[in-house]
């Protein structure tokens, strides 16, 4: 069943290029993220059915805070892939791993084993890549690299609420109910939308709901598989390969979904963000070891 972590790292990259997509074509930051969130929420309440049992409502607080770090992710992510590219943006996705482990060993002070330094020095040298490789590509590309970390540090700590309390409220139920505060929260985006919903181009609203249904759909089939399957070190191994495919479907067949980023950058430039991502896979791959 290892092919179910597969198949969500490779559609991560297009949920993300579909997103840049619709902001491009006229959807806006806000707008575009409030009709996505929605999607996303729809996906996920499909798990409702495999709940094994009703929820402990006692342990609602919980999925709540959850929530509300699931939702800030959410608002950075979509601020990184508005400031800088995918093939950027969507490998550093995979640091999130780090701070799961870091905030783990947080919440259930350990020593921190010499593996996880490595790895993150190792996820260090990823970004330093995946920024350009030089200081100066590194500053032009500073936006995206900062918001795609506060992204990965909320997405890790909802992470971890998710791993060490969700069993009290119910694993389905408690991830249901994050992706529920993150549409709620959505609600605030109305009164800064740049003009009302309805005007929004209908190019814009399908890819904007396509890319929050891909976001949905491969968090959902990675949540289910580990919560029902279990080899959660396994799943998250090969669940990091995201990190390779973003790089590699901006710079193979990105151009016939509509992005232009390996052209515009050249072969030299996407080389260096595959090596990077590459990098990045070994920081994962040597945190989970």
Same mark, same amino acid.
């Given at each position: 069943m290892l092919f179910l972590p597969l198949a969500s790292a490779l559609i991560y990259p297009f949920g993300a290029l579909f997103l840049k997509r619709a902001m491009g074509?006229?959807?806006?930051?806000?707008?575009?993220?409030?009709? @996505?969130? $929605?999607? #996303? $929420?729809?996906?996920?309440?499909?798990? #409702?059915?495999f709940a094994a049992s009703a929820?402990?409502?006692? =342990?609602?607080?919980?999925?709540? *805070?959850?929530?509300?770090? $699931?939702?800030?992710?959410?608002?950075?992510? $979509?601020?990184?892939?508005? @400031?800088?590219?995918?093939s950027v943006q969507s490998p550093l996705m995979g640091v999130k791993v780090i701070f799961v482990a870091l905030f783990s060993f947080f919440l259930k002070p350990d020593e921190v084993p010499? #593996?996880?330094?490595?790895g993150s020095g190792l996820a260090a040298a990823a970004i330093f890549l995946l920024g350009g490789a030089s200081l100066r590509a590194f500053r032009k590309n500073a936006r995206t690299v900062l918001w795609s970390l506060?992204?990965?540090?909320c997405f890790g700590a909802s992470d971890t609420l998710a791993s060490y309390r969700s069993s009290d409220f119910g694993p389905v139920p408690f991830v249901v109910v994050m992706v529920a505060v993150v549409a709620a929260g959505s609600l605030a985006f109305i009164p800064f939308f740049s003009a009302p919903l309805r005007s929004v181009p209908k190019p814009a609203v399908r890819l904007a709901l396509l890319g929050g249904?891909?976001?949905?759909?491969?968090?959902?089939?990675?949540?289910?598989?580990?919560?029902? *399957?279990?080899?959660?070190?396994?799943?998250?191994?090969? =669940? @990091?390969?995201?990190? #390779?495919?973003?790089?590699?479907?901006?710079?193979?067949?990105?151009h016939k979904l509509g992005n232009h980023e390996a052209a515009l950058h050249g072969h030299a430039v996407m080389a260096k963000r595959l090596a990077g991502a590459l990098l990045l896979t070994a920081a994962v791959v040597t945190v989970f070891l």
């Amino acid at each position: 069943m290892l092919f179910l972590p597969l198949a969500s790292a490779l559609i991560y990259p297009f949920g993300a290029l579909f997103l840049k997509r619709a902001m491009g074509e006229g959807g806006g930051l806000l707008r575009t993220g409030f009709l @996505s969130n $929605f999607a #996303l $929420f729809v996906v996920f309440a499909v798990s #409702l059915p495999f709940a094994a049992s009703a929820p402990d409502w006692r =342990y609602l607080p919980w999925a709540l *805070l959850g929530g509300l770090c $699931f939702f800030g992710g959410q608002v950075f992510t $979509f601020l990184a892939i508005r @400031s800088g590219d995918v093939s950027v943006q969507s490998p550093l996705m995979g640091v999130k791993v780090i701070f799961v482990a870091l905030f783990s060993f947080f919440l259930k002070p350990d020593e921190v084993p010499a #593996l996880l330094w490595a790895g993150s020095g190792l996820a260090a040298a990823a970004i330093f890549l995946l920024g350009g490789a030089s200081l100066r590509a590194f500053r032009k590309n500073a936006r995206t690299v900062l918001w795609s970390l506060v992204a990965c540090a909320c997405f890790g700590a909802s992470d971890t609420l998710a791993s060490y309390r969700s069993s009290d409220f119910g694993p389905v139920p408690f991830v249901v109910v994050m992706v529920a505060v993150v549409a709620a929260g959505s609600l605030a985006f109305i009164p800064f939308f740049s003009a009302p919903l309805r005007s929004v181009p209908k190019p814009a609203v399908r890819l904007a709901l396509l890319g929050g249904a891909a976001v949905g759909l491969q968090g959902l089939i990675l949540n289910l598989a580990l919560a029902f *399957l279990g080899q959660a070190t396994a799943m998250n191994i090969i =669940y @990091s390969t995201r990190a #390779l495919w973003g790089v590699l479907l901006v710079w193979l067949i990105g151009h016939k979904l509509g992005n232009h980023e390996a052209a515009l950058h050249g072969h030299a430039v996407m080389a260096k963000r595959l090596a990077g991502a590459l990098l990045l896979t070994a920081a994962v791959v040597t945190v989970f070891l």
